[in-house]
């Protein structure tokens, strides 16, 4: 039985911004004596990225349709409580939704559990450099996530030039003097050690945040939609629908069962991927599409992905 208080990580970052690569990277760093619970939040109904973890020695838990900061925030100190009654590992990881305020899950944690069972080592938020460039200034929901003292991880930095990286830092900065830090990530794996719990800064402060309203996911206008059904289209099709709504999408991911086959794309704004997971992480089924979108593009990018699922369920 486990008597110290169990080291929890709270994973956060906008839509597409590569948490779930580093969940991976995390996981298989830990010892295999090390007894953990996986929490993932996924907005829509149908949790890709719960599919996309790479099978370890480790408890998974699913909370899906709504987000574990606001909405869903019950669902989730039920689940932390069974966990600390039932499991009682020795860490747990929560990877939150894009649309999440990490540092409010902190709080929300420590206001509900005593330091003697959770303590909360770190909060982690990935930064796409691409991403805040064109979000920052102009998505609330976007801005919220560096509330408080997250250590930032700049994700994909092999992707971009030392100028963009240099200028988002720079931004994230003079926005935010209470973030921890910033390391940069390639791939899944940072360039240094990451911190192994909160450093606060002497004499920081941690204002919310000056420009904006709160987050509100009606007043955003960001949405969701998740479609679910047997694909009758072409990979090809489906990369050309999102080529050319590219500035309408903001967050694409999808399983396509396909002549035997299993295929992961995605869409995180800028680039589109295509991967074959491996065949035990993904259970057998209907094809599965969900993206995030500003509401008024919502009917039209619908029928334009409708058209290439018999769809079962929406």
């Known amino acids: 039985m486990n008597t110290m208080p169990i080291k929890t990580t709270i ?35 149908v949790n890709i990225d719960s599919m996309m973890i790479s099978k370890g020695v480790y408890s998974k838990k699913e909370i899906t349709g709504g987000c574990i900061c606001c909405s869903l925030k019950e669902r989730l100190l039920d689940t932390l409580l069974k966990v600390v009654n039932e499991e009682q590992p020795d860490e747990i990881f929560i990877e939150a939704t894009g649309l999440a305020v990490p540092w409010e899950m902190k709080q929300m944690i420590d206001k509900n559990f005593p330091s003697a069972k959770i303590i909360i080592s770190q909060v982690l938020v990935c930064v796409d450099a691409r991403q805040c460039d064109r979000y920052h200034d102009v998505l609330p929901a976007y801005s919220r996530q560096f509330e408080g003292e997250p250590l930032i991880l700049m994700t994909k930095a092999d992707m971009y030039d030392g100028g963009l990286l240099n200028k988002t830092r ?5 926005h935010y ?15 240094e050690p990451l911190s192994t719990s909160l450093q606060k800064r002497e004499n920081s402060s941690s204002p919310a945040l000056s420009n904006f309203d709160r987050f509100n996911p009606g007043k955003d206008g960001i949405v969701s ?36 086959k299993v295929l992961n794309l995605q869409f995180d704004g800028e680039q589109t991927s295509l991967h074959s997971p491996p065949a035990d992480t ?18 039209f990018l619908k029928d334009r992905f409708s058209a290439l699922f018999r769809v079962d369920n929406i």
Request: proline share 2%; hydrophobic share 35%.
């Open 282 to 299: 993904i259970p057998k089924g209907d094809s599965l599409l969900t993206f995030f979108c500003l509401k008024e593009e919502t009917k």
């Open 170 to 174: 720079e931004k994230l900065s003079l």
């Open 11 to 45: 994973l956060g970052g906008f839509l597409g911004s590569g948490k779930t690569t580093v969940l991976n990277t995390l996981l298989q760093s830990l010892d295999s004596e090390t007894r953990t619970v996986v929490i993932i939040n996924d907005f829509g109904e």
């Open 177 to 191: 003097p209470g973030l921890t830090g910033s390391v940069l990530c390639r791939k899944g794996i940072w360039d």
């Open 225 to 260: 939609l998740s479609l679910k059904g047997r694909f009758t289209g072409t990979i090809a099709e489906m990369k050309t629908i999102i080529n050319e709504n590219r500035y309408k999408i903001i967050r694409l991911k999808s399983l396509i069962y396909q002549r035997g």
